[in-house]
Each structure stands twice: as C-alpha cells, then as structure tokens.
C-alpha cells in the first residue's frame, strides 16, 4: 500500500499513535476543524485526520456528521489504498468483550438509531456498508472482530438494544457506519480498529467507565494500530482476508 489513512474522532484517542508515529502536523482546510496529521511507516504514507473541536461547543466532534465529512476530504485529498476509522467503542460482556480489547470490523457497518418503517427504508436506514474481509489480519495481530455499530448516543436504549441483535453487532461506537458510507460511495477500502471503553451490558453507567477508561484504551489502540499499519503496509488489501 502507498496510503493509509486514519480517520479519528476524539484528540485524546489521537494523541498516543500521532506520538508513536511522529507525525507532523500538516494543513488543514480553511474554516473546517479538521486536523491533519502524517508520518511514514516503511515507505508506506500514513495521514492522521482527526475531527477536530466543534467551534461552537469547544468539544471533540465526535459524532456521524464530522465523521463524514472529515472522511470526503481524506478520501478525496489522499485517495488511500485504505481509510481505518480508528478510537474507542463499547462491548458486550455477554460476548466476552473486555475493557482494552481491540476489534477489528467483521463484515459490515450498521447504524441502530435509523429506524424507518417503510419497506426499502428500512434497510437503506441500516446501512449495512461493506467492511474489508480482515480476518487473516485478525488472527495474525491477536485481535477480535465484531460487526461495528453506530448511532449518535452513548448510552442504548430498548429500540437500540433490539436493532443490535438483529444485526449481530459486538462494538458500539459513534463514526464508523458515517465513514464506511463515504468510503463506499468512493470505492475506498475501510476497516475499523476500537478499543473497548465501557460495557454496555455492566451496571456501571457507560459514562463513567468511558471516562475512566479512555486513556488506557487509548493507549491499548496506539499499540493495535501500529501493528495494523506495518502489518496492512507492505501488503495489498486483498492479503488481509
Ligand atoms: N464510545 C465508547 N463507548 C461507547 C458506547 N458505549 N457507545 C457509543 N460510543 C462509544
């Protein structure tokens, strides 16, 4: 591969890998927040994106919207061989996901907060975009795979709840459906790596375990994805299946 690129929600999931690569800085596009970031790994270019703060709210633009159009601009700037939507995610205990595990996307991308009951709707509201086949990758890296998630809430409610197990999702996170919608309709390959923050199905409220855990999960992310990018580098896509 000649280009990876990262996609990025939240600075602090960041900022363990950009200091593990070096990356530098780089421009960034007028008035949008968006951070740019890149570095080289074994003759392979690797750009960062992360989204930025939100002018208005002064927080990590965190979120399906941000995600998207962060992931046009990458895609259509740096025409990657592969996009990575890369952070943290919840999981299930009853799956056996633990708090630092880090997944790989299996399959597809499905959002649970689109409920449309209109036949054809309905599953246009789904999504059910196309993961890159990564189970070679998996095994290779020691890491899970689960179908990846999306909605725009932390926390789950009944109508969630039902809308995960029908689709069979295991990482519960807040980007990856967005991106995965934008890298189809550009033909970019895209994986997502999430390292688990919180367990949805615990009694502790998912707020409280993302806060308390995020750094460690950061950390744990870092170490997967560098070993994602040298192990994806000097491989083509179709050698991570
Ligand atoms: N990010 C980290 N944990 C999450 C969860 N439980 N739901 C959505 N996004 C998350």
């Not at 990590?60 to 952070?87: C, H, K, Q, W």
């Not at 998630?149 to 519960?172: C, F, H, P, Q, W």
């Not at 995020?214 to 994602?228: C, D, H, I, N, Y």
Request: with cysteine.
């Amino acid at each position: 591969m000649k280009c990876i690129a990262v996609v990025m929600a939240m600075a602090s999931e960041a900022s363990p890998i950009l200091t593990q690569l070096g990356a530098q800085a780089i421009p960034a596009i007028p008035l949008l927040p968006f951070e740019f970031f890149e570095a080289n790994r074994n003759g392979c270019r690797v750009i960062i994106s992360v989204n930025g703060r939100d002018r208005r709210h002064g927080v990590d633009s965190i979120g399906t919207e941000a995600a998207a159009l962060n992931t046009y601009f990458v895609a259509d700037r740096y025409n990657p061989d592969l996009l990575i939507t890369a952070g943290t995610a919840g999981g299930w205990m009853h799956q056996g996901a633990e708090i630092g595990d880090v997944f790989v996307s299996d399959q597809k991308f499905v959002h649970h907060d689109r409920r449309i009951a209109i036949p054809g709707l309905d599953e246009y509201g789904i999504g059910s975009y196309p993961a890159v086949p990564a189970a070679g990758l998996a095994r290779a890296l020691n890491l899970k795979l689960g179908v990846v998630t999306t909605s725009n809430s932390l926390d789950e409610n009944d109508d969630d709840r039902r809308l995960i197990a029908a689709n069979g999702g295991s990482v519960k996170e807040m980007e990856a459906a967005a991106v995965a919608y934008v890298c189809e309709m550009m033909a970019i390959p895209v994986m997502a790596l999430k390292a688990i923050t919180d367990l949805v199905d615990h009694h502790t409220a998912t707020a409280d375990q993302f806060n308390a855990n995020l750094t460690m999960a950061s950390r744990r992310l870092a170490e997967k994805l560098l070993q994602v990018i040298d192990f994806c580098a000097p491989r083509m896509v179709a050698d991570l299946a």
